[in-house]
């Protein structure tokens, strides 16, 4: 079934960019009817972060961010399958000169957890070598297609979470882009309750401590999907100045309230079915 799955899969990157769009937004529909506790969790997100919308605003936002998830996961087929050309076509760049500025020295390229997060990452290997992390899949074939998709570009190297972060620094001292991504909830074992939101939130406080072992310049890097066939815009923010200040909260609290600003901006793309608050402090009720 698996395989099945994949093939089908692979049979939408022959659609023409139109008409993926509305199979992706069909799908969000379909899957927030169905997927009841995906739907719950995106629901307590979006009332702790934003509680002075009212329940139908909610939902609303809910149900234009199942639309929005689903488009990006349709949408991946693209990037997977298709000519680097054809990417290429897809997507408008704002702030190349930032790219340009930093690229071939150490950089922590900081990717939020936007619905466009692939699309980001396929432009950036198409442009030039990084390294990133990735999450095993309980299924090896899928774990294994995941990373041949991603390294299919130029020498992307793929470390797992589980091999820590040595190799990944050996790399970024050669002058590679890290593209990593800074919020979600592992725990607070290597990090910290920074709040998101004004919610306290387990924040890995990696962001700075690599800054610091590498010497690594920090730029933020956003993927906005747009509205009909108009495809997306990958904006590189200017790299941040006095950073790390050699206060890890400090800056950690920098990283969220960047992503918090970005969240305003286009809040249906931000990854609400992710149990971002999961890791509660002591003695704290859990809210999923």
Known sequence: MTRLGVFLFWLLHFLPFRALVWTGNALGLLLYSLAARRRRIATVNLALCFPGLSDAERTRLAREHFKMFARGL??????????????????????????????????????????????????????????SMYSNQKNRYLTELLLEKRARFGEQRLYSRQQGLRSIVKEMLKGKFFFYLPDQDQGVKDGAFVPFFGVPAATITAVPRIARMTGALVLPCITRLLPGAAAYVLTFYP???NYPTGDDLADTRRVNEFIEQRVREMPEQYFWVHRRFKTRPEGEKKFY
């Not at 076509?89 to 500025?101: C, N, Q, T, Y």
């Not at 619905?115 to 980001?120: N, R, S, Y």
């Open 239 to 241: 790299p941040w100045e």
């Open 74 to 131: 349709v949408e991946r087929s693209i990037l997977w399958w298709s000519s680097a050309e054809r990417i290429n076509s897809l997507i408008r760049v704002e702030g190349l000169e930032h790219f340009d500025a930093v690229n071939g020295k150490p950089t922590i390229l900081l990717v939020p957890h936007f619905v466009g997060i692939d699309v980001g990452g396929q432009w950036v290997a198409l442009h030039t070598d990084g390294v």
